[in-house]
């Protein structure tokens, strides 16, 4: 079974300045996908960022970045020049692509950011 | 392009009713899931729909169920309602043949509260 651990439940950062959300994985697999999500008080769940673990490159999508280290099972998220629309809930994610299975998404319990003016 | 949208955005049912949400897939997409994501708690796959069967399933228990329209649209049933079905029902549709299948997108949900 595949494990998906946030260990910061509440974070800050001011306003313009850079912070990273940690998080750890667990699994046997060789082949899956990490995400990043965000979830805004409207609820909905908003891709971050998506990283493909055959990938050595780090992805990146403007100000947000990922650090990727397969064998630690490791993918933080940092984000850059925080803005206060940053604010949200941010929840790390595992898939394991299994087309005849479904994909199936294993989430982990969240990072509340909030950027402080 | 139309996203995903979900039906209703709140409902309040008692212990030991059923209740039925719905769910459009955004346009173009033919697999749905369904996730429930309890208070404090990152969502949990429920079930995949494609081509109108499901494809894959979660730990829950046979009370929650699910149907995929030909317009990949999608239900998701619960039987025998109890207080720990209270919380956010998440649906996301996805393109499954497409160049990025992996990528799931989100409706904002329908907030289930149960007495």
């Known amino acids: 079974a595949q494990t998906v651990t946030q260990s910061q439940p509440e974070m800050s950062v001011q306003e313009a300045e850079t912070v990273t959300l940690s998080c750890t994985y667990d699994t046997s697999e060789n082949n899956y996908y990490l995400f990043w999500y965000k979830q805004p008080p409207s609820r909905q769940m908003i891709l971050v960022i998506r990283?493909?673990?055959?990938?050595?490159q780090n992805a990146t999508e403007n100000r947000f970045s990922v650090n990727f280290q397969k064998a630690a099972k490791s993918f933080s998220l940092k984000i850059s020049d925080s803005q206060l629309g940053d604010t949200a809930m941010y929840f790390c994610?595992?898939?394991?692509?299994?087309?005849?299975?479904?994909?199936?998404?294993?989430f982990g319990t969240g990072t509340s950011l909030t950027v402080i003016p | 392009e139309t996203g995903v949208t979900q039906s209703p955005t709140h409902l309040i049912k008692t212990r030991g009713q059923q209740v039925t949400l719905r769910c459009s897939s955004q346009s173009g997409h033919n697999t749905v899931s369904w996730y429930q994501q309890a208070l404090g708690q990152g969502p949990q796959f429920i079930f995949q729909?494609?081509?109108?069967?499901?494809?894959g399933r979660g730990n829950f228990p046979p009370r929650f169920s699910g149907l995929q329209f030909p317009n990949y649209s999608s239900e998701l049933n619960v039987n025998a309602l109890e207080l720990d079905d209270s919380a956010l029902y998440l649906c996301?549709?996805?393109?499954?043949?497409?160049?990025?299948?992996?990528?799931?997108?989100f409706g904002s949900g329908t907030q289930l509260s149960v007495l």
């Open positions: 996301a549709s996805s393109n499954t043949t497409g160049s990025e299948a992996e990528k799931l997108f």
């Open positions: 994610a595992f898939m394991k692509p299994f087309r005849s299975t479904g994909n199936q998404f294993y």
């Open positions: 729909y494609y081509r109108e069967e499901e494809n």
């Open positions: 990283q493909e673990a055959y990938k050595q």
